[in-house]
């Protein structure tokens, strides 16, 4: 990479990742690039980070970005990619939060809507990959009882206890942050209590639920994704997958040489289950010779599910797709399923794509966190 620099007129394509785009941002930007592609495009989605600031700073005729999720958490991240690819096009950063992401303005989210579609290429998966077999997602309910349930009712009681001293989104946003640290033990202690206490002999509802469902595949010889958000969650399930010499792949943040990983678990033949953290597999993998995935745990954002039940519904798969999605019956798991449901309009308004992409407000939490 340090000979790039110095070589970078011998050729007329240059093919970097957006770790490169950073460290050699300085000598890429005084350079006049006939053009200008990048692909995963939520990687500039932050306007502040480094590698969103080198992109904007390109010199280039054409510019194009492409992205399964141009709006993922908020606003903000469309605006990012605009800002690289029409500059200006949506003002200012803080003047389009002033335009477009005012809450009490019922039109503003029209008003997008018709400055970026003459911009944007839509195109679903149903348009360009017509042969694709069926993709059927199935919500399994399983019910927590003994520690497991009583460590939930504890932490809920705690939320619950705080949540009675806010009333308004002022104070709500000073307490932000224990209210979310209160979501993540509830939504951990439904995966597996030894989340939130490590010496916990208890055992997982979920877990029991996902060696039922693997079982009967594994006898067939299939081959099956289970994603979590929690990497501790997946060396949890290492051993118990492991005493049932079900042949298993695992891949996370720190793993290595993903690309010979991928390879192996496509080439093996009969069954195995591919371990895989939401976030670092969650887009960028070919994995069809998987026809069923396990989402072991929900995300706010049904688009970052889809993207990872996306590595086996794509161009190459031949079979039809089951994806699972386990969720704790009458708990914190439930209401954000329903949440997924009901937070679509603004994706929806703006893209005609439908993705959750909002903040939680005052009275999300006491959906959530009601009996």
């Keep these: 990479m340090e000979q790039l620099p110095k070589r970078i007129a011998e050729a007329d394509v240059h093919v970097l990742n957006y770790s490169q785009l950073r460290q050699l941002g300085e000598n890429l930007i005084p350079i006049s690039w006939a053009a200008v592609i990048l692909d995963e495009g939520q990687y500039i989605k932050n306007p502040s980070s480094q590698t969103a600031q080198v992109a904007r700073a390109l010199r280039a005729s054409h510019r194009l970005v492409l992205s399964g999720t141009p709006i993922e958490n908020r606003l903000t991240d469309l605006w990012s990619l605009m800002a690289f690819t029409m500059p200006g096009v949506l003002g200012g950063r803080h003047q389009f939060a002033k335009l477009f992401d005012a809450k009490e303005d019922p039109f503003a989210r029209r008003r997008l809507a018709a400055r970026v579609r003459p911009f944007l290429l839509r195109r679903t998966k149903a348009q ?53 640290t209160s979501l993540l033990r509830l939504r951990q202690i439904c995966c597996h209590p030894a989340l939130v206490k490590p010496d916990s002999k208890a055992e997982s509802a979920k877990l029991g639920a996902l060696l039922e469902q693997l079982e009967p595949l594994m006898d067939e010889g299939q081959k099956v994704l289970v994603f979590s958000q929690f990497v501790e969650l997946l060396a949890l399930l290492k051993p118990a997958l492991a005493a049932r010499n079900w042949p298993t792949f695992y891949l996370a943040g720190e793993t290595e040489n993903r690309g010979d990983l991928v ?41 970052v599910e889809n993207q990872a039940i996306d590595r086996t519904h794509r161009i190459g798969q031949e079979n039809k797709v089951m994806a699972y999605r386990l969720l704790i019956k009458d708990s914190i798991e439930e209401k954000i399923r329903a949440l997924q449901k009901q937070k679509k309009a603004l994706a929806e308004d703006v893209l005609g794509e439908e993705k959750f992409a909002q903040a939680l407000t005052l009275d999300d939490l006491r959906f959530l966190f009601a009996d």
């Design 128 to 180: 360009v990959a017509k042969d694709l077999p069926d993709r059927v997602e199935e919500d399994l309910y399983c019910e927590i009882e003994g520690e497991q349930k009583t460590l939930y009712r504890a932490e809920l009681k705690r939320a619950q206890q705080m949540l009675l001293s806010v009333t308004t989104q002022k104070q709500l946003a000073k307490e932000r942050f224990h209210f979310l």
């Design 263 to 303: 390879r192996q678990f496509q080439a093996a033949e009969g069954a195995a289950v591919f371990l895989i953290s939401l976030k670092a597999g969650g887009f960028g993998l070919n994995l069809t010779a998987a026809s069923y995935v396990v989402l072991f745990d929900p995300w706010w954002n049904p688009a």
